[in-house]
């Protein structure tokens, strides 16, 4: 009988998780097998490898991994990894380059991972294959509308059946874009959160959290012109109605009706005067292009969305990709970048820019605090051998639609994820 | 012809402006500030960048440095209560240039920040400014820093006036 981690009970509306979950080493470790070891993982995307040869280095499920357009024009991951004993063949952050060097013994890579040139390889016997030798890659690369993906487990599903309907809220992203291009900006955040991992899931879908975590984010749209209205409707923590909504496979999303504007193409009063002709040029080409009702669905919902195990697109008042690794139970690294159009004019771009920093990010108007809570999270735990559940049932009653103030979204991350740890 | 600005004058106003912060004095701080003034940290991937086409860690004008002030001093700004103590050390000063009143000062940093059970972080970079001449001192028409190191990382949050 495996290990569960949870009390799930819908009957009598109970659902407790196991504090032990945030803070055991070898929960972690086993997490690397179970989960990081056998899921889809995002690497990057297609935008930020324009030409052949443009690279980015970066650790993938814990993996140092060179992410690189070959010569060819195809996206390729490569282990960063010499064959020969090992070392990183790449330091850099990012470039453009034909091979890959290791400094070590000078063996040299194209940028297709083809091992190209060994110094002194005539002191090898004929059991040496150089054409053996090209750079490890993870078992499997895909992707979807240019997120791509590495997965380490070579008998997983298709990355599209994986995803599952979670499809189609990445289509919703793409869709902002007339060509159906989107790309990754220039800038990076990177930042370190003194908290287990999955205390990040749960809060980038956490809409319950907002009003009392983001006091000063509300108040702050206040001053800037847009009135946030408290509920009406009983059951509802936000201004407007929104939703949680299971996808498939752990994922999960939020979607809700829009208050807090949206670059393509909701206006606020936060943009200013000047930007409300060219957002209502842009709702027009969304009508035009899509049609009145799907316009309405792209512009007018907001989606923070989570594709398990560590990715999240937050679709709201920018798109931003996050992903997040843990380094130790109590400790994870974030890296998030903000995403486009590859049409936006100058001035859209800025207000894109803009409105992700009111609330997004390290110097953001409301990241700080969601970083400050997982922080005490983490603190509070400390207690949890004496005080072992945390109690996560919000909403268990609520028949049919799951709303996003709920925890119906969080319950379906620890199901799959307590399902995915009893496996062997 | 404006008068030549000396590095002790400047000296002199950084080193006001930075006990200002330590002491957490932010609206004595505004008042440091000219009317478009921007407050700007640029990303550690991309130090040069221009904050209309690339994501800062923070890039803030006149109106929204005013907002992030009554931000940071709500007892509802989380990141910050209970408040962090800094302590700020300001050299290398230098004059890059002079047009006039305008006055462009380079100069490092180094802060300590200490919140109850966190490690200590410590924000190392430097400054770029664009003064204005004021009277017997300065305004701050633009404060650039830079936080050298390759990612924000373990300093984790930018949620102080640095």
Known sequence: MPRSYVVDDPQKGVFLLDREVHMSDEILREEMRKIFAKCWIYVGHASELKKPGD??????AGRPVIFVRNQKGEVDVHFNTCRHRGALVCA????????????????????????????????????????????KKPAKIDNYRDFYFMSLNPNIEPLKDYLGKATDYIDLVVEQSPSAQMEVLPGTQEYDVGANWKLMVENSVDDYHLPSTHATWLNFMANSGVKVEPPKEKGLVLPTKGWAIELGNGHFTTDNVNFRGRPVAAWIPLYGEDAKEEMAE???????????????????????????????????????????????????QVTAWALGPVEESENARARRLDAFLTFYGPGGFATPDDV??????????????DDRWSEMSRGMGREGEQLNSDEHHLRIFWRHWDKMMGAE | MSQKVTRAEVEDFLFHEAALLDEWHLDEWQKLLTDDAHYLIPPNDDLDGDYRKSLFIIADDRERIRQRIIRALDPNCHAEHPKSRTQRLVGNVRILSQDGDNVEVAANYICYRYRRYERIGQYVGNYRYKLVRRAASFLIKEKKIVIQANELGQLGSVSIIL
């Open chain 1, 55 to 60: 690279f980015v280095t970066r650790k993938v």
């Open chain 1, 92 to 135: 850099d952050r990012k470039g453009n380059a034909r091979r890959f060097f290791c400094v070590y013994h000078g063996w040299i890579y194209g940028n297709g991972g083809e091992l190209q040139r060994v110094p002194g390889d005539e002191a090898y016997t004929d059991a040496f294959d150089q054409g053996e030798l090209a750079l």
């Open chain 1, 282 to 332: 842009m709702k027009a080409e969304l009508v035009q292009r899509l049609g009145q009702e799907r316009a309405d669905r792209v512009a007018s919902t907001n989606r923070n969305l989570v594709i398990f195990p560590n990715l999240v697109i937050n679709d709201g008042s920018s798109v931003t990709i996050r992903t997040f690794f843990p380094d130790g139970a109590n400790k994870m």
């Open chain 1, 372 to 385: 400050e809570a997982l922080e005490l999270v983490q603190q509070g735990l400390a207690n949890w051998e």
